[in-house]
Structures are given as structure tokens and as C-alpha cells.
């Protein structure tokens, strides 16, 4: 069964690594030093988030289609959710345009910490394309929050978003790609780790790899976009589709190689 990962948001590499160091540096002063560490490092990140959200401006709240692709079943699940977008861009490239994103998942069980709701049992019943009025409303007054957990960057073709049919599957197949980059991740983690349990060679100083959480969302209009999760730092890159690599991190190729090979001389992810 497909479960969709908890977190909505990540915090990048140089951001843990400022988090560890002031902890470090405080862990002479007790457990106390730590907790009080730990606390300014969350009120910080919080900060960040209030900052690069302050100037959102979002339309009206609409129902849309979120899909998640599932690299087990070689398929798609879909769920409704209620979004808000950001009338204006924040950031483009030379394809993609990028716009702040809240999201709220709209099943009532989501919803049973709001008073006056209590959580319903609809484990067994089948997806329904229409929604409770109760999950609608509640979508709506969960909306507001949402800036605290599901905060997402939804991109769209400059161009090309409004030939639809084109415009969506160029969507999932970034989400297809990305989805795939996680899952190779997962299993070049489990081989580092192993690795170093059998051969008591330890890490040999590679890194877990993680990929963003990634999904496609189809608007009312039909006009789709892919989603990813809100990241928290400065974004660096390590190496290209062309073979070129970029800093002195081997961890980085040490993936792209591992895809390669896992893959069947199929994949490099990069």
C-alpha cells in the first residue's frame, strides 16, 4: 500500500549542518544548553519560513486533484485537495516558473484535532469523487494555518502551460523522475549501510541521499502543475546530465554511479 511520506517540508544540508554545529558547541553546558539550542535553531527556521512567505498573495481557495506516483505499482493515486496559489511567481527559469503553494489534504480524519470534530473510520471505504461538507469547510478554515506544515513550490512551463494535455504529462513525467531519484535513494542508503555493517569500514564518509517529495497537481481549469517540497537554504548543485561535477562532494557521483548500475545501465540520476 502507497503511503505518501509525513513531511511537506525540508531543511537543506547547510541548514542541518548549522543546527548540529550550534548544538555541538553548546553540549558542554548540559542537557539544558542543548534544549535551549535546539529551540533558537526551530525559532529561526521559523523565521525563515515568515520571511519567505510574507509578501504571499494567494488567490481563492480551489478544489484540486493531487497525484502521487507509486514506483511499486508502476501507477498513480489521486486524492482531492484544497489549495491556494500565489497570484504572482517568485522565482523563474528558462522553462519553469515557480509559485508558493499551501495545500490541505481534504479527509476528515485529517481534521480531528479542529474542536467540534471527531475522526471517522473510512478505512475501508473506496475513494469517492465528492467531497463531505464538512471536509470542504474544514479544508477551508485549515487553509490559513497551513503555512506551518504544507508549504510547497508548485512549477509550471512558462510557455506551454496552456496546452494542456502536453503540459501534464511533461508534469508527471518530472514527477515520475523525481519519485524514481527517491526511491534509488532509499536503496543506495540500505547498500551504504549494510556496507558498512559487514565489512566494520564504517560509512567510509558517504551521506544518506534524499530526494524531495513530489506531486502533481491539476487545477479546476485542467491546468496541471508538479509540486515539490519547500526547502529551507541556499540550493547547490553537485553534477549535470552532461557528466560535468560540480565541488568537491563524492557522495554525489558515488549516487549517480549507483543508479547507473542498479539500474541496469538504464538510469543516472543526477
Request: proline share 4%.
Amino acid at each position: 500500500m502507497f503511503v505518501p511520506a509525513p513531511r511537506q517540508f525540508s531543511l537543506s544540508e547547510e541548514t542541518k549542518a548549522s543546527i548540529k554545529a550550534e548544538v555541538a558547541a553548546e553540549a558542554s553546558t548540559g542537557l539544558r544548553g542543548v534544549q535551549e539550542s535546539l529551540l533558537r535553531a526551530a525559532r529561526k527556521a521559523r523565521e525563515q519560513i515568515s520571511k519567505e512567505w510574507k509578501d504571499f498573495n494567494p488567490g481563492p481557495p480551489v478544489l484540486a486533484k493531487k497525484r502521487c506516483f507509486d514506483v511499486h505499482t508502476d501507477g498513480w493515486v489521486e486524492e482531492q485537495v484544497m489549495v491556494q496559489l500565489d497570484s504572482e511567481a517568485f522565482g523563474k527559469g528558462a522553462v519553469r516558473e515557480c509559485f508558493r503553494m499551501k495545500e490541505v489534504r481534504l479527509e476528515t480524519r485529517q481534521f480531528a484535532h479542529m474542536e467540534g470534530t471527531e475522526p471517522k473510520d473510512d478505512s475501508n471505504q473506496a475513494a469517492s469523487p465528492h467531497l463531505s461538507f464538512e471536509a470542504i469547510v474544514c479544508g477551508l478554515m485549515e487553509l490559513p494555518r497551513s503555512s506551518r506544515r504544507t508549504i510547497w513550490v508548485a512549477k509550471r512551463s512558462i510557455a506551454d502551460h496552456h496546452r494542456k494535455i502536453m503540459h501534464r504529462r511533461e508534469c508527471e513525467t518530472d514527477v515520475i523522475h523525481q519519485t524514481f531519484a527517491k526511491h534509488y535513494a532509499e536503496l543506495f542508503n540500505q547498500e551504504v549501510h549494510r556496507h558498512a555493517v559487514e565489512t566494520g569500514l564504517g560509512r567510509c564518509g558517504a551521506h544518506d541521499i534524499d530526494f524531495l517529495l513530489t506531486h502533481v497537481v491539476e487545477m479546476p481549469d485542467r491546468v496541471t502543475m508538479s509540486a515539490e517540497a519547500f526547502v529551507l537554504g541556499e540550493y547547490r548543485k553537485h553534477n549535470t546530465n552532461g557528466g560535468c561535477t560540480i565541488g568537491p562532494r563524492t557522495t554525489p557521483q558515488a549516487f549517480s554511479y549507483f543508479t547507473f548500475i542498479k539500474s541496469g545501465r538504464r538510469l543516472c540520476e543526477t
